[in-house]
């Protein structure tokens, strides 16, 4: 039975600007796929997916500020209801 989840970043991760999605909504995501880039200021991020899913909605936009435990987007995923654990953006390079 498929459940949903929302993408969320860790509780007492700094501030992010949200710069682009890489993953449209409605496209297949894989557990550790990288689905948006995100930006201090100084350094970018990418936002792993922690679970495969169908990415079905985006709640943020280019320019958007990321805070502590705000949702990206929502995730449907087949299977048994887990819990999905927040996301710890990953710098590039």
């Given at each position: 039975m498929p459940f949903m989840y929302e993408?969320?970043?860790?509780?007492?991760?700094?501030?992010?600007?949200?710069?682009q999605q890489l993953v449209p909504a409605g496209s297949l995501v894989g557990t550790g796929q990288a689905v948006c880039t995100l930006t201090d200021g100084a350094m970018e991020f990418h936002v792993l997916a922690p679970r495969q899913g169908l990415m079905v909605?985006?709640?943020?936009?280019?320019?958007?500020?990321i805070?502590?435990?705000?949702?990206?987007?929502r995730v449907v995923c087949e299977g048994e209801s887990v819990t999905v654990p927040a996301v710890v953006p990953m710098r590039l390079g």
């Open positions: 993408l969320k970043i860790a509780a007492e991760e700094p501030s992010y600007t949200f710069v909605e985006w709640f943020v936009e280019h320019g958007a500020v805070e502590d435990r705000d949702s990206l987007a």
